[in-house]
């Protein structure tokens, strides 16, 4: 019986928290606010590359040898992108380094690799 209302209260909580979610962002209609319809490489791709990435994986002497700077450098960096955003909080290969990236960005960017990274 104990244990039974525990768990009620646990959802409970998770309930509250998921209609928090949707009222503080509604633009997405649903999907957490999360924009992933006809994702694209110029609208929703390349904004977080240059925000979040390209700082240090520029052109010239890129972090860890890395560029992120054209649609065909985070092609085919497919598999180390997915690899380093999705480690978890504190983890020292996590990027960007300031800490994960938010879950919408790292879904976006999942989404359109699973779609082959097409450069729209
Ligand atoms: C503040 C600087 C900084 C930012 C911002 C940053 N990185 Fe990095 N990144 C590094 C450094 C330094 C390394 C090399 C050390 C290591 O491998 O962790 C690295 C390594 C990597 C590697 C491994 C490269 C290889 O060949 O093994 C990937 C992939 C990567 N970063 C992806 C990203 C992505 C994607 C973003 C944006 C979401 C990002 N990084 C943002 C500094 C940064």
């Avoid at 409970?12 to 924009?35: K, R």
């Avoid at 938010?102 to 989404?111: T, Y």
Wanted: with cysteine.
């Amino acid at each position: 019986m104990r244990y039974f209302l525990f768990a009620s209260l646990v959802l409970l909580v998770q309930a509250c928290y998921y209609d928090n979610e949707q009222d503080l962002y509604p633009a997405g209609g649903g999907n957490g606010g999360c924009d992933t319809l006809n994702l694209s490489y110029q609208t929703h791709i390349l904004p977080i590359m240059s925000s979040k990435c390209q700082s240090c994986h520029g052109s010239v002497s890129p972090s860890g040898n890395l560029s992120l700077m054209t649609h065909a450098q985070i092609k085919e960096a497919e598999l180390k992108v997915r690899d380093r955003i999705n480690r978890p909080s504190g983890d020292p290969l996590l990027m960007p380094t300031s800490g994960k990236l938010p879950s919408c960005q790292i879904r976006q960017l999942e989404l359109w690799y699973n779609q082959g990274a097409p450069n729209n």
